[in-house]
């Protein structure tokens, strides 16, 4: 998925080396070659600044799980979670959302398709266990047979 948002400015070259940022005991994060683009390491989910702006704010571009957005340890602090942030579109598998209600409406789209999954699932499973009820039922019935 794609979730394009603005967000303060992080020196990602800074952020790179600092400790419980770009690193820890377990994983590490990259920046591309022109330090434009944050690269988590075992998922690599991508953080891509595609403009920064004089007011100190960045547009940037984010491409991994929904789960996964604002919620990963080596990320710079400016774009974790509890750090304001402004949505400004989101594209995924469950459709394409624009706004500050972007994220939120994404969710919904998924939670709506988890549903109808699980119900879809559920009259598929009550469905073969009739046609194997059906199928017991005309195995165990005594057939007539005519006799001439």
Known sequence: MIINFIAATADLAAGIAAENV???????????HDDSRWNTAASCFTYTV???????????????????FQDQRLIPE?????????????????????????????????????????????????????AEDDAYIASVTPRASCAA
């Open 78 to 130: 400016e774009w974790r979670s509890g750090h304001k942030v402004e949505v400004v579109s989101v594209h995924g598998t469950h459709g394409c959302f624009e706004g500050r209600s972007a994220l939120r409406d994404y969710a919904e789209a998924r939670d709506r398709a988890a549903e109808a999954a699980e119900a879809a699932a559920r009259l598929a499973e009550r469905e073969a266990a009739e």
């Open 50 to 68: 595609l403009n920064e702006c004089a007011d100190g704010t960045s547009f940037v571009e984010y491409r991994g799980a929904f789960n996964g």
């Open 22 to 32: 770009g690193w820890d005991q377990w994983a590490s994060a990259w920046l591309s």
